[in-house]
Each structure stands twice: as structure tokens, then as C-alpha cells.
DNA sequence: TCTTGAAATGTAACCGGTTCCATTAAAGGC
DNA sequence: GCCTTTAATGGAACCGGTTACATTTCAAGA
């Protein structure tokens, strides 16, 4: 039944409930030095008229959005799902909206970067996976808005990170342990316009390999797109060869669970013949039994968040490097060499 | 080097610059009307200051926020993530920016839907696969916002839809054209909060086969918890019936997958001895030839924002119904029964 | 009864932009 | 050279809230 946008402000209730605009404000930020009798005239106005308060002016009279964004990338991965549900759970009990802006490619990255902070009407921002260059750090520890890095680090900003050199070196050291010799890896692109924390892993892996007096054998390392279909065909590649590995370490989980896919149809028992190890324990992991390195994803989410909303509290914090842990979690896709 | 909040305003600018902070805005929306070499004295001192203009004060000012929501649930399937390409590929053509907010459990939807248009800064708004009560279109439809239902529809209400009964008789019909007569319908949960979607499929199923003269057989309908693992449960069930189906209609792709999983294991060969149709036609879906119905997720997502667009320009549009095509693809899934 | 102070309310400035309208400066017409 | 137009610019109101401060109300204390 409404026509074009009568928009009803303040001021019209004010008028109707015959009251000044401040007492309709304090009735609204239910401030306590308000008669009973008026609040509830002023109640039953803002009722009658169904006047809504606009948030924009709100906003821009309290000088903030009470909205946090969060930039990330891969949206439809299990991995970031996983953090994103961290960072929901300690929002949500807070007075602070979150929204998500997500980076499918490196260029908008950067449009969000330089934007953001701008254009954007948010107080605080979490950036995950999404290393900031040295100029970008600078913008963003200058910003008005506070700004925590999750998954991906810089010396100039709060950071929560997981030590990917170690998880690395706890996945190799576990094959190793259990007599494994031929120990190949399996994994996303190693350079990315994102966080590399493919290439630290691959150093774990070959530090430990190195260690362990295994020399190196380029033929077991295969990198080639994300996702469970491209980890089959990569498999596939692996168990062909002449002499094939007895142990794949693959850089995320669902790149393992591609692993455990084709291993069957090539006759290829696993944990017997194949031991497959790994990365990010996400929900299918444990249903199928993988063994992994759990690196706290939700935690991440949760430690990043509740620091962001410590220096939005006002919190005076300098910048910091937070480590999240990591753990080997055993189960039945590996198991000691049988010679 | 800052210190706390010295935020550079419009009128620091202009004081500088030795200008109105009329002209300085004029600048900022590079108005035809400004002499050149004006324009370049604010330019200047923009740069000088770092002056970046407030977006909430711009907002307020115009009157509008210049950014569009999207509510949808399941934000981490990929036939979601495949509308939402659809979406932002109109979007990033316009002035608009888009704000997606996820929901997971029916309590946030009704805490969205009863907040969004009031609370949340939003011009216009998507909502995907979530239908409102009768109660919550109305608000909808006589609020200030406007509002485009994707997956699900309201008479009060433009939508955009998908005719999921076709669908469901579409597969039910290929599967029968092909001589099938024990087939199965495995689904999620067929009751849920959100649009009944499966419901739809699951009565054109039914109908089909009972044209076709096939008795009802309650052990060949089977529902689940989505996803490929639980799917890949649902799949053994029914394939280690007495008698078990010889084709099976799942109700989305990512289920149909889950039976593709496991029917190696059960030694069953496809399309030979089972025949597989799914539904959504995501990318997976290609790989992995399966034979589905595309419901042209990605142009619901195009149709559903250029609608909203129109309206935002000013386009009245009283509520509608517009439907996407619905396409079998025959692929490697399905094949004749044998004799 | 008159103070006095706390409680309740009102006034008006402010947040940081946009834009209508008035004013001034420059250019064109005769 | 003067008047009319047009181009540039400035002044100030406005968007719709919040809030510091001033003012009024009213009950308690002297």
C-alpha cells in the first residue's frame, strides 16, 4: 500500500509521540534515563508509524558499521569453509555482522585490497590466505581499520598463522618412521599469487627426507591443479611408475582422498601397499579414515576473530604472530612398510 | 605514523585547496562543471592528504548503499557456488557491490529475513532457494526494498524459477524410455525448511512411473542427509536389496557421484548393469560423464540479477514467475537395459 | 516554603558527504 | 563598451541519526 519511499525518520515520530528526536534516540538505544510513561508512547509511535531507524545515518553518526569483512579466497573449499565457521561462531556473539568477500583470482585480491579500507564500509577486516605485499601491509596497519591476517603473515601486522614448515616435517617424519623410503608428494601448484603454504610443506617434506639420508627423486613430487579430480589423475601418474612410491604425503586432504579414490581400481591396498597421509583433517578425512595433519582450521578462524574484536574493543595491540597448532592424527591409511 | 583517527574530511580538503568543499565533491564525481585547471589544484591536495571520502556519509547522502545482498543456504555446494557465478558475473558489470550472507540453519534465515531490509544496508536483495512465508513477502513486498526470489517463489513476488516437476519426470522418463522398470529415487532429506526442491523431482518421479504403468515401490525411495558420502551409504542400500533397481535417479549430482563411488566396489559395471541419472549438471558432473539434468544454474543466477537491476533502475515490475530451461544431457551414465 | 540536586527532556551541533540555488567570472553578441 | 548567456564556484540546507550540554520537572531536605 506504500507509494514512493515516505520514508518516516525520527523527526516524524518525534512530532507524533510529541517529543524531542533525542528522547526517541534514547528510547531506541533503550538508554536508561527515560520515563516508563514515555517509552512506551514513544514505543507504541514507533509501532504505529512502523518506523524503521535508518542504519546509514546511524553509522555515520556513531562513526562506525558494527561489520567486520572478511576476505577470502576459494570460498567452496572444506578447508576455508572450515575457518569461516570459526570466525562465525565468535561473531556471532558479538555486535559485529560479518561479511564475506571472495577472491577467486589474484586480481581481486588486489581490487579488495586497495578498495576495501575505502570504499568499503566495514571496522575491521580479516584477510585469510591472502598475503599482503609490503606496500599493502603499509596501508593497512595505517588504515583506520584494524586488519588481522589469518593464514599468511607480515611483519607489520597481527597474524595468525600455522607452521606449515613443521606440519611438513611431522607428515614426511611420520612416513619415515614407519620404514617408508620411497615417499612422494603430491600437492596444488607450488607457486601461487596466495599463500605458498604448499611450497613450506615441500620443504618439510624434503628437510626430513634429506635427514633420513633418502635422496631426492623429482619423479615423486607431482604438483598439478586443485581438487579431488586433478589428485586422481596426478595418482594415477604416481602409482604408474616404474617404480612406484609406497607413500604419498598429498598437501591437503581432499587432494588425499583422490588418492584413496584410484588406488582400488589400480589394485593398490590401502594402508598394505600404499600409505596415504593427508592435510587439514576437514569432515570427510575422518569419515574415511585418513590419516592427517590437523592444523586447527577452526581454531584459526576463532583465534583470528577474537583478536580482531580485542583492537576493535580498543585493545592497543602491536603486530604479532600467533601460531595455531598442529597434530598428527593417525588412522588407518597408514601403516609400516612390509618388506 | 598516524595517530588516533585524524580522518581527513571533505572540508580539510577544500581549506587546503583554497576551494568550496561543493567543488571538491564535483571533483570527486568528476561533474562536467569544474575548470581544468581546478580540478587539478583537488586532485593535488587529495593526494597530499590522503583523503579518502567517507562512503556511509556518501550513502546517506544519496540515498543509497550501492550494494546488493544475497541470502542463500549452502553457500559450500557447488550448485550454489555455481548460481552465485551467474550473479556476480552481472554484478561486476554494474555500480553494484554484492554482500552474501550464508545460511545454515533455519533460524538465520528468519533472523535475516526480519532484519536485512531493516538493519542491513542494502539496495536491493537476492535470496536463494528460500522461501518466505506469506508474512515475511509481504514485508518484502512492501518494503523499500526490492526483492528477487531465486530457486523458490511467492505470488507476491518475482521469482525465478526452475520447474522441478518437469525435471524429476524429465530423468524419470529417460530412465524408462531406456526400458528401466526397477528404478530408484535417492534424495535428501525430502522434508526441509528450505525450498522443497527434491519434493518436486520426487512427484514428477512418481508420476512418470505410474504412466508408465510401474508399481510403486517404497524400497527403491531412499533419503539422506546430502552429500557424495552419505549418498554412497544410500547407494549400497539400495543396491543390496533382494532386487535391487537397475537404474537409479539421484537428486542432485553430487549424490549421483556418491553411487558412482560405490558401485565398483559392489561390482556392479555402469552404465551396463546400473543406470545413473543426476541432476544440476555441475562441473564434476562433466568429468565424470554423467548423464543429468541441467537446470541452467548459472543463468538463474544471471536472469535472477538482471531482474533486480532492472527494478533498481527504476523498471516497475509487478510480481512474476520466469522459468530457466531445463535440459537432459545424455552422457555416459545411462545406457538401455539389458535383457 | 525555599533550596537543591537528580531525573527527564529538549536544543542544537555534529557525523561527512551531495546538491539546489545564488553569486561571481568569463565569454559572446550587437 | 555594455548587456546577456553560459561556465565556475560558493553558501547553505539536507540526508537521518547521536549526543553534549542546557533546561525544565519534581521530590527530598533544611
Known amino acids: 500500500m506504500k507509494n514512493t519511499t515516505p520514508t518516516t525518520t525520527i523527526r516524524d515520530v518525534a512530532k507524533h509521540a510529541n517529543v524531542s528526536i533525542a528522547t526517541v534516540s534514547r528510547v531506541l538505544n533503550d538508554s536508561s534515563d527515560v520515563k516508563e510513561g514515555t517509552r512506551e508512547k514513544v514505543w ?8 524503521t531507524p535508518n542504519p546509514i545515518a546511524r553509522q555515520l553518526a556513531i562513526g562506525r558499521t558494527l561489520t567486520i569483512g572478511i576476505i577470502q579466497p576459494y570460498i567452496t573449499l572444506p578447508s576455508y569453509i572450515e575457518r569461516l565457521r570459526g570466525v562465525q561462531q565468535i561473531l556471532a556473539s558479538s555486535e559485529y555482522d560479518l561479511v564475506i568477500f571472495n577472491v577467486d583470482i589474484p586480481e581481486q585480491k588486489d581490487a579488495y585490497f586497495r578498495d576495501l579500507s575505502r570504499k568499503m564500509r ?14 599493502q601491509a603499509d596501508n593497512f596497519s595505517s588504515s583506520r581499520i584494524p586488519t588481522v591476517l589469518i593464514d599468511s603473515d607480515h611483519p607489520k601486522l597481527c597474524c595468525i598463522v600455522a607452521d606449515d614448515l613443521e606440519g611438513g616435517r611431522m607428515a614426511a617424519r611420520h612416513l619415515v618412521e614407519l620404514g ?8 596444488d601448484y607450488l607457486e601461487t599469487p596466495f599463500h ?7 620443504a618439510g617434506y624434503r628437510e626430513v627426507l634429506e635427514e633420513a639420508g633418502i635422496p631426492y627423486q ?5 604438483e598439478g591443479e586443485r581438487g579431488r579430480i586433478n589428485a586422481r589423475v596426478m595418482a594415477k601418474r604416481l602409482l604408474s611408475l616404474d617404480d612406484p612410491p609406497t607413500a604419498i604425503f598429498a598437501s591437503s586432504d581432499t587432494q588425499a582422498l583422490g588418492v584413496l579414490d584410484v588406488a582400488p581400481e589400480l589394485g593398490i591396498k590401502i594402508p598394505e601397499r600404499l600409505s596415504v597421509i593427508g592435510y587439514d583433517n576437514i ?5 574415511n579414515n585418513l590419516t592427517t595433519i590437523d592444523q ?12 580482531l574484536l580485542d583492537v576493535l574493543g580498543g585493545l592497543k595491540m602491536p603486530p604479532c604472530k600467533k601460531y595455531v597448532s598442529l597434530n598428527l592424527l593417525k588412522r588407518k591409511t597408514t601403516a609400516p612398510l612390509l618388506y
Not at 507504541?44 to 518506523?51: F, K, S
Not at 586447527?296 to 583478536?307: E, P, T
Open 44 to 51: 507504541a509511535t514507533i509501532e504505529e508509524l512502523n518506523y
Open 283 to 287: 569432515p570427510d578425512a575422518v569419515y
Open 296 to 307: 586447527s582450521l577452526h581454531d584459526s578462524g576463532v583465534k583470528g576473530a577474537q583478536m
Open 218 to 222: 623429482p619423479d615423486y613430487v607431482i
Open 196 to 202: 605458498p603454504a604448499m611450497k613450506f610443506r615441500y
Open 180 to 187: 617408508h623410503r620411497k615417499i612422494a608428494y603430491l600437492t
Open 122 to 135: 566495514v571496522d575491521g577486516m580479516l584477510i585469510v590466505s591472502l598475503p599482503p605485499t609490503d606496500e
